[in-house]
């Protein structure tokens, strides 16, 4: 029996259409999901977009739930919670997912779990905010709700200007993240895990000298080898999420490696450009043979 995959995205992104285009070619069924024109009727437990009954699919794969991370995108995400009571298995489940926008959430997880990350205030108080930036010499002012970099602002402790940017920051950001600025040399990695199975690591390398080495900066993707020991940590930040397809960012420091966070919904491109690997195939691999246990 065909099985249905909804792929929950954004219509016309690349990496949606990848995804939808390999549960098609598997099932002969392509649905593409955007959650901005989802219904969720509670009365009659249907939960529907575009005609469709979510409810009603055998599985949903989550590869973007919103454009922009923020507190809406986490009640898209608790729409789906209905469609996994009806017994709808969602890749990866809402719950875990809802834990990893939030950018605070993430990162008590991850320090619960004793992975190392850089040095990290947070607060709402200006006078701590501004000693915390004392202390670091440079930090990154991060939104709790963001992707890619955007948002986040380097700061420099010796900058003139520096309290007027730490009030104008906390302006759009009431609860202030700021984490001391980590020397990343040029490149951090993005290490790729499949229902917690290792898949590969590549690198994000700098082409503008920019602050964040990001693909949205004008950085680019190539390939890396990972020690095994390195490839452990990448596994042990990503086991407490409960994912099934996640990236973990880690830099290589003189200090060792940290953790900066664990992906949402993991870099599909990332593994293709910089490891040449199809990870939307793997995805739908897994997923299908997942639905019809």
């Known amino acids: ?47 529907t ?38 017994g709808v298995r969602v890749f990866s489940p809402a719950e875990n997912v809802i834990r990893l926008m939030d950018r605070l959430s993430c990162t008590v997880t991850l320090r619960n779990a004793g992975i190392p990350m850089p040095k990290t205030i947070v607060t709402e108080d200006e006078g701590a905010a501004r000693d915390a930036l004392e202390r670091f010499g440079s930090a990154v002012f991060k939104p709790l709700f963001s992707t890619k970099a955007r948002g986040m602002v380097l700061l420099e402790a010796e900058a003139p200007d520096a309290g007027a940017q730490i009030a104008a920051f906390k ?69 407490p999420f409960g994912l099934t397809f996640t990236t973990v960012d880690i830099a290589l420091t003189s200090e060792g490696p940290i953790v900066f966070e664990v992906s949402a919904f993991g870099g599909y491109s990332g593994a293709q450009k910089g490891c040449d690997i199809d990870a939307a195939a793997l995805v739908a691999d897994h997923v299908l043979a997942e639905v019809s246990k």
């Open 171 to 239: 302006a759009a950001n009431p609860m202030m993240y700021v984490q001391q600025k980590a020397d990343l040399s040029g490149e951090d990695l993005g290490m790729v895990f499949l229902n917690g199975d290792y898949v590969c690591t590549y690198a994000r390398v700098s082409q503008t000298g920019a602050w964040n080495t990001t693909i949205h900066s004008g950085g680019k993707y190539a390939p890396f080898e990972p020690s095994p020991e390195l490839i452990e940590l990448g596994r042990r930040a990503q086991a």
């Open 49 to 86: 977009c575009d005609g469709v009954d979510l409810c009603q699919l055998d599985g949903l794969v989550l590869k973007k739930v919103a454009e922009t991370y923020s507190p809406d995108a986490l009640d898209r995400l608790e729409m789906l919670r209905l469609a996994e009571a009806a």
């Open 1 to 47: 029996m065909t099985k249905r995959i909804g792929v929950i995205g954004t219509p016309g992104k690349w990496s949606t259409e990848t995804l939808a285009d390999a549960f098609a070619a598997r099932t002969g069924h392509r649905q593409v999901i955007d959650m901005g024109a989802a219904v969720l009727d509670l009365d009659a437990g249907r939960l």
